[in-house]
C-alpha cells in the first residue's frame, strides 16, 4: 500500500500504478481508497503547480516588463539629455544670428545716416569689432583705394600701436596683409605672426588677422578692412562669411558716400557758379515747389535763400492778384503745351512786399525718359531799365514785334532786286513807247496809265523797304504832306472794307525836322493800331495835319516840350477805346493789349521814343466804347526839302562812249535804247568778267561805265575796284534794284560817283548821266 502511495506521489497514476503492481483484485480493493484519498489530492496538487506555472509566467513577464521599460527610460533620459543639449546650441545659434542680424541692421542703417565718409568708417570698423563670438581683439583698420594709383590709404583705425600709424598710412598692393588682400581680392587669414607680415615692429604681440577686400557692386576694388584676432584662432567659414557680408554692405556704404560726395561737390560748384551770376536761377519740381535758388536770387526776393527751398514759388514770390495765371501758364508748360525755351516777363513779390519786374527765359527738366519733371528759369531784374525807359534797345533785343518786322524787312530785301529790274523794262519800255505816240492818242494816255502804275509800283517797293528797315537815318528838313498821303495810299490796300478812311492834311504845313522813314512808321503804326481797335464792327479813320502853336498853358499837359509853333499829326477811330489803366502803360516797352500776331512790330514805346528824339510830345485822349484819339506835336523848323517833289530840268544828251553792264538783256537794251536816242555811244554787256576784259583791252576806250550790283561772276562793286585801280579817274554810275551789301554810302567810299535805285525812269537816267560826265570833264579841265 505504501509503494502504491509513494507511486501515486511519485506522479504515477493510480491507473498505472495498479496495473503494474496487482491484479484485478486489487484494483477492485484499492479504488475507493482513491477516490477518498488520492482524488482530492491530486486536484490539490495540480491547482498548485498550475498557480506556480502562473506565477513564474508573471514572474517573467514582468521582468521583461521592468527590463524593457528600464531600456526606454534609459533611452527617454538619453534622448531628453541630447534634447536639452541641441535646445542650448540652438539657443546659442539663435542669439548669435539675432546679434548679427542687430549688427547688420546697424550697418543698414549707417548707410541712411547723412554722415561724412570717414565718420561712417569709423562707426563700422565699431560695429564689426563687436561681434562677441568672434573672439577678435578690438583693434582693426579701413583701408581705401588711392584713386592715383595701386596704393591703400588708412582712412580710420581701432587702438592700433602708434609705430602703425605711419607705417600702415599707404600700404602698397601686394604688401603685407591687407596689400595681399586688395591685390588677390581675397580674403586673407593669418593664424600668428608670419612671414606675411611685411610691417613689424618691435614689442609686436602675437596675433592673427581676417583681411577682407570691399568691393563694389560693379566689382571695382574699393578698399580693405582688418580685424585682429586672438593667437591661435582658428579659420572658421562662418565667421568669414560673415564678414564678406559685412564687407558687402560697407562696399554699397562707400559707394553710396562717394557718388554722394562726389554730387555734393558737383552740387556746391555749380552753386557757386549759379551764385556768382548776375541773374536769378530757379528751378522748380511739377508741384511748384522751389528745389534750387541762387543767392543772387533770393537777394532779389529779400529771402535767404534755405528759407526758399521747399516753398511754392507762386505762393511765395508771385503776386497774388497774378498767382493764378501763373499757376495755370505752369500747369500749361507741365502738360506739354510750351516751347523749350520761352521767354516772358513777371512780376514777384520780394519778402517785404516790393514789386519787381523781371524777364525771364525758361527751360524745361526732363528725367532720363523724357518726362517733364519741372522748370528752370532765369529772371534779370528789369525794373530799373524799364523805369529809364530804354525803349529803342530794349524792343531790339526783346519784342517779338521786331522779329516780325525783321522777317518782312528780309523778305522785302529778297524781292526787291528782282522786282525792280521787271519794273525798270516796264516802266522804260512805256516811256520810250510813249514817246513814239501822238499825245492825243488814245494810246498813249493808256500807256501814261502804265506809266502811273509802274511808278506806284516802285513807290509800294520803297515803301515796304523802307517800313521794314529799323534802321537809323539822317534828319532833314522835310515836309510831312507827301508822306503822309503816300503811307495813306500804301494803308488804303491793308484795312478791311468795313473802315472808312477820311483824310484832313493841311499841304502847307510847316517843315519838320526828321527821317521821311520814320515818320512814315509812325503814321503806319498808329493807324494799325486804330484799325485793329476798329476791325470787328468797322468804323472810321481819320488823319489830320495842321499847324498848331502851343502856349505855357497848352504844354502844362505835355511836360517834355516848350511852348512854340508845331506840326500835329492826329489819328482818330471810334474804336473799343481804352481805359485809363492801359493809357498809363501804353507807352511801356513790351505792353500790349493786343492777341499774338497782331500789329505792326514796332510798337508804341518806338513811337513815344522816335516823337522824343525830335524834342516833340505824344497825347492819348480816350475813353472806353468812345474811340482814341492819338495827337503827335513835332517842333517846326524853317527850311524845308520836299522828298516827293521832282524839278523838271532840261534833259541834254551828248556823243561819249559809253559801257552799260547788266546781267538782264532787257535793261541793257532799254539802257542803250535811251542813251542812243540823246546821242551816246553804247556798248553793252551782260557778263560782267567779260566786260572788264573789254575795258581792260582798251582802257580808254570809254567815257562812262554804268553797271548792275548783284550780277554773277563779278558783282557791281568789285568791278568798280577793280577799273579804278586800272583807270582811277574813270567816272562809274552803280544802277541796282536793291543791294544789302553795298548802300549809297559804301559806294562812294570805293569811288563810285552816282548811285541809281532802280526802276530807272528816263529822265532820271539822262539827267545823271549828263551831271556825272560833266564834273568828269570838270574835273579834268587844266586850271
Not at 546650441?89 to 542703417?109: C, D, G, H, P
Request: glycine share 6%.
Amino acid at each position: 500500500m505504501v509503494t502504491l502511495l509513494l507511486k501515486l506521489i511519485m506522479g504515477m497514476t493510480f491507473i498505472e500504478t495498479v496495473l503494474l503492481d496487482s491484479g484485478l483484485h486489487v484494483i477492485l480493493l484499492l479504488l475507493p481508497l482513491y477516490y477518498l484519498l488520492y482524488k482530492p489530492l491530486q486536484v490539490r496538487t495540480h491547482v498548485a503547480e498550475t498557480a506556480q506555472n502562473e506565477l513564474t509566467t508573471l514572474s517573467l513577464n514582468l521582468e521583461q516588463i521592468v527590463n524593457e521599460r528600464s531600456s526606454d527610460l534609459i533611452k527617454e533620459i538619453n534622448l531628453s539629455h541630447n534634447h536639452e543639449q541641441s535646445l542650448r546650441e540652438r539657443e546659442n545659434e539663435l542669439e548669435r544670428s539675432l546679434l548679427t542680424q542687430a549688427i547688420f541692421n546697424k550697418l543698414l542703417f549707417l548707410s541712411l545716416e547723412n554722415l561724412p565718409l570717414n565718420d561712417s568708417l569709423e562707426r563700422f570698423l565699431n560695429l564689426i569689432s563687436s561681434f562677441p563670438w568672434f573672439e577678435l581683439q578690438p583693434k582693426g583698420a579701413v583701408f581705401l583705394k588711392d584713386p592715383g594709383s595701386d596704393h591703400l590709404l588708412m582712412i580710420c583705425q581701432r587702438d592700433l600701436a602708434p609705430a602703425l600709424l605711419n607705417h600702415c598710412a599707404r600700404v602698397p598692393y601686394g604688401t603685407c596683409l591687407c596689400g595681399l588682400a586688395a591685390k588677390s581680392g581675397q580674403v586673407v587669414y593669418a593664424e600668428n605672426v608670419d612671414n606675411r607680415h611685411h610691417i613689424q615692429y618691435d614689442g609686436m604681440c602675437n596675433h592673427g588677422h581676417y583681411c577682407v577686400p570691399i568691393f563694389s557692386q560693379n566689382h571695382e576694388m574699393l578698399g580693405v578692412f582688418t580685424l585682429y584676432l586672438k593667437e591661435g584662432q582658428k579659420r572658421e567659414p562662418i565667421i568669414e562669411e560673415t564678414l564678406l557680408a559685412a564687407a558687402g554692405v560697407v562696399g554699397n556704404i562707400i559707394e553710396h558716400k562717394l557718388a554722394t560726395e562726389l554730387l555734393r561737390h558737383e552740387r556746391d560748384r555749380n552753386q557757386q557758379y549759379l551764385d556768382i551770376m548776375g541773374t536769378m536761377m530757379v528751378a522748380l519740381n511739377s508741384q511748384g515747389t522751389i528745389t534750387l535758388i541762387n543767392q543772387f536770387g533770393a537777394s532779389i526776393l529779400e529771402y535767404d535763400e534755405n528759407e526758399l527751398l521747399g516753398r511754392n514759388w507762386f505762393k511765395t514770390c508771385v503776386p497774388a492778384e497774378l498767382s493764378d495765371e501763373a499757376e495755370r501758364f505752369f500747369d500749361n508748360i507741365m502738360t506739354g503745351h510750351f516751347e523749350s525755351f520761352k521767354i516772358y516777363e513777371n512780376q514777384i513779390v520780394t519778402a517785404t512786399g516790393n514789386k519787381r519786374l523781371l524777364l525771364f527765359r525758361n527751360a524745361l527738366i526732363h528725367d532720363d525718359s523724357g518726362k517733364v519733371t519741372g522748370l528752370l528759369f532765369a529772371g534779370t531784374d528789369i525794373t530799373e531799365r524799364k523805369a529809364a525807359e530804354q525803349e529803342r534797345e530794349a524792343l531790339q533785343n526783346q519784342l517779338r514785334q521786331a522779329q516780325k518786322m525783321e522777317a518782312i524787312g528780309t523778305l522785302a530785301g529778297g524781292i526787291a532786286h528782282d522786282f525792280n529790274n521787271i519794273l525798270t523794262a516796264i516802266l522804260g519800255y512805256a516811256e520810250m513807247a510813249q514817246d513814239e505816240i501822238s499825245t492825243d492818242s488814245v494810246v498813249h494816255e493808256d500807256m501814261e496809265q502804265v506809266i502811273v502804275a509802274s511808278k506806284r509800283a516802285r513807290d509800294l517797293i520803297k515803301h515796304i523797304l523802307a517800313f521794314s528797315r529799323q534802321v537809323e537815318q539822317n534828319r532833314i528838313p522835310m515836309l510831312m504832306a507827301p508822306i503822309l498821303k503816300e503811307a495813306i495810299k500804301l494803308l488804303r490796300a491793308s484795312i478791311p472794307a468795313n473802315i472808312v478812311i477820311k483824310q484832313a492834311i493841311y499841304q502847307e504845313s510847316g517843315s519838320v525836322l526828321a527821317d521821311p522813314v520814320q515818320i512814315h512808321q509812325i503814321l503806319m503804326n498808329l493807324c494799325t493800331n486804330a484799325v485793329h481797335a476798329m476791325e470787328e464792327k468797322g468804323g472810321t479813320l481819320e488823319i489830320r495835319l495842321e499847324d498848331v502853336t502851343l502856349t505855357e498853358d497848352d504844354t502844362y499837359s505835355l511836360a517834355e516840350i516848350k511852348p512854340g509853333r508845331y506840326a500835329r499829326l492826329q489819328v482818330v477811330d471810334n474804336g473799343h477805346g481804352l481805359n485809363q489803366e492801359t493809357i498809363k502803360r501804353i507807352f511801356d516797352p513790351y505792353f500790349t493789349t493786343k492777341p499774338v500776331g497782331k500789329g505792326t512790330g514796332l510798337g508804341l514805346s518806338v513811337v513815344h521814343g522816335i516823337i522824343k528824339s525830335y524834342n516833340g510830345a505824344i497825347r492819348v485822349e480816350s475813353e472806353r466804347n468812345h474811340g482814341s484819339v492819338f495827337s503827335i506835336f513835332i517842333p517846326i523848323v524853317e527850311i524845308a526839302e520836299d522828298p516827293a517833289s521832282n524839278t523838271s530840268q532840261e534833259i541834254r544828251g551828248g556823243n561819249e562812249k559809253i559801257l552799260v553792264i547788266d546781267d538782264e538783256p532787257t535793261i541793257t537794251h532799254l539802257i542803250e535804247k535811251i542813251l542812243n536816242k540823246l546821242g551816246y555811244q553804247v556798248t553793252t554787256s551782260n557778263k560782267s568778267i567779260e566786260a572788264l576784259k573789254t575795258f581792260k583791252t582798251n582802257q580808254q576806250a570809254f567815257d562812262l561805265i554804268i553797271t548792275d550790283q548783284a550780277m554773277p561772276g563779278l558783282t557791281g562793286g568789285d568791278l568798280a575796284k577793280e577799273v579804278l585801280r586800272i583807270r582811277p579817274d574813270m567816272p562809274i554810275i552803280l544802277c541796282t534794284g536793291y543791294s544789302e551789301t553795298l548802300n549809297e554810302e559804301s559806294a562812294k567810299r570805293i569811288g563810285i560817283l552816282e548811285y541809281i535805285l532802280k526802276p530807272i525812269l528816263k529822265q532820271d537816267l539822262a539827267l545823271t548821266v549828263r551831271k556825272v560826265l560833266d564834273n568828269a570833264r570838270k574835273r579834268l579841265k587844266p586850271l
